[in-house]
């Protein structure tokens, strides 16, 4: 007997184990997390505005090469801005992330040097052409690539501003884009600098949400799992604790050994079905009753069931009212005493009801908690899946367990 208790307990820490199997692979590396993802999609868009910004840089210094007052100036500082952009692309590239400190300054110092310099490069006429004075579309971007690589408002509203003062200094005393147009076009730099900060810390709340959302599913899941193994280890660590009993009585061997059977049978199916309902067993009442109580023949039980035994119970609920009628029968088994055991079921305006009564010592629920088994088995597994629980004991009178639920009907069946 001890080597059928050693065996079986190795079987149950196996059951217990393959509960966190599915969990742990949702959460393994394959899903990653969002927020690297956001960091990487923020990474590129970064990437490609300033590629484009780049060709306008390009495109517009062969435009207005002729027409620069110095045109070494204005070369060199056309491959100033192509050098750090390539080498901000490169970091960007590789640290597949925006958070680029002390990168965001150097990049919207470049395009606030730019914006100084470029009037002695250029004519004022050519200042409203945005092709050939690339300097204001350059710092548009960076000061919105700094917003994109910050997380503070107060730096992002500094530079912004600063930026737009800047832009109207030089339109209103060196260009000829005059006060009120200088004033509206500084607007944008603010725009796109708040703009981009608020847009960069939604995606990474939004990932980081979904990070938490993502691991709480998986706590869920697994705490699910292990609590769907521990409803099935409940009766068979009973079952194995009294075949490995000397003192079980021989008489009830065979009982015992059946319903082992049976239980194993359950193990391997928990073992090997994926994610949702175990060994679904058949809907109607009657049939769940039979296949529960043949396990239990050593029990003196009357069975009052012809009222309810055509009920149909929805394939959702029947793994868990066969669960919980095995643990209510254990408990009788191992604690009532009983000489009468009276299983009746009814149905009534389309609502099954079984109950199991025992004429045994009972107990105190005040003084006696319910244990894991009725506690969890019963009333908590049943209850969260909006089925009615009832059990009423008292010292000296027996036990009554009473479950209900709403009865299927044919086309409910999948």
């Given at each position: 007997?001890?080597?059928?208790?050693?065996?079986?307990?190795?079987?149950?820490?196996?059951?217990?184990?393959?509960?966190?199997?599915a969990a742990v692979e949702l959460d393994g590396p394959q899903y990653g997390s969002?927020?690297?993802?956001?960091?990487?999609?923020?990474?590129?868009g970064i990437i490609i505005i300033r590629l484009g910004v780049l060709a306008q840089v390009i495109s517009g210094t062969v435009r207005g090469f002729d027409l620069s007052d110095n045109p070494t100036l204005y070369l060199a500082m056309a491959g100033v801005?192509?050098?750090?952009?390539?080498?901000?692309?490169?970091?960007?590239?590789?640290?597949?992330?925006?958070?680029?400190?002390?990168?965001?300054?150097?990049d919207v110092g470049l395009g606030f040097a730019?914006?100084?310099?470029?009037?002695?490069?250029?004519?004022?006429?050519?200042?409203?052409?945005s092709w050939i004075w690339w300097g204001a579309s350059l710092a548009i971007n960076t000061v919105g690539n700094f917003g994109a690589t910050q997380t503070s408002w107060w730096w992002v509203g500094a530079i912004s501003i600063a930026m737009s003062g800047l832009y109207v200094v030089i339109g209103t005393t060196y260009g000829n884009l005059g006060f009120h147009r200088s004033i509206t076009e500084s607007l944008t730099y603010p725009t796109f600098g708040f703009g981009l900060l608020?847009?960069?810390?939604?995606?990474?709340?939004?990932?980081?949400?979904?990070?938490?959302?993502?691991?709480?599913?998986?706590?869920?899941?697994?705490?699910?799992?292990?609590?769907?193994?521990?409803?099935?280890?409940?009766?068979?660590?009973?079952?194995?604790r009294l075949l490995g009993d000397p003192s079980t009585p021989a008489a009830i061997l065979p009982a015992l050994q059946n319903?082992?059977?049976?239980?194993?049978?359950?193990?391997?199916?928990?073992?090997?079905e994926p994610l949702g309902d175990r060994a679904l067993?058949?809907?109607?009442?009657?049939?769940?009753?039979?296949?529960?109580?043949?396990?239990?023949?050593?029990?003196?039980?009357?069975?009052?069931?012809?009222?309810?035994?055509?009920?149909?119970?929805?394939?959702?609920?029947?793994?868990a009212v066969a669960r919980a009628l095995t643990t209510v029968l254990h408990n009788v088994r191992r604690h009532a005493q009983a000489t009468q055991v009276v299983i009746h079921a009814d149905q009534e305006d389309e609502r099954w009801e079984v109950t199991v009564r025992d004429d045994g010592v009972g107990f105190d629920e005040r003084e006696h908690p319910h244990g894991f088994g009725l506690a969890s088995q019963v009333i908590g597994e049943l209850t969260r899946l909006g089925l009615h629980v009832a059990i009423a004991s008292a010292p000296g009178h027996g036990t009554a367990v009473t479950i209900a639920g709403p009865c299927a009907k044919e086309g409910d069946k999948p």
């Open positions: 007997m001890g080597a059928v208790t050693l065996a079986g307990t190795a079987i149950l820490r196996c059951v217990l184990r393959s509960t966190t199997t969002a927020l690297p993802e956001a960091e990487r999609i923020l990474s590129l801005v192509t050098i750090e952009s390539l080498l901000l692309i490169a970091v960007l590239w590789h640290a597949k992330r925006p958070h680029l400190w002390p990168w965001g300054l150097i730019i914006m100084v310099s470029l009037p002695w490069a250029l004519p004022e006429n050519v200042m409203s052409d608020l847009v960069s810390r939604y995606l990474r709340s939004m990932a980081t949400r979904a990070d938490a959302d993502r691991r709480a599913a998986v706590e869920a899941m697994r705490h699910s799992e292990m609590n769907r193994a521990r409803l099935v280890v409940h009766d068979a660590s009973t079952l194995l319903q082992a059977r049976q239980e194993s049978a359950q193990i391997r199916t928990f073992l090997s067993l058949p809907e109607s009442l009657g049939e769940i009753i039979s296949s529960v109580t043949t396990g239990f023949s050593d029990l003196p039980m009357e069975f009052a069931t012809d009222l309810g035994a055509d009920a149909l119970i929805y394939r959702q609920h029947a793994p």
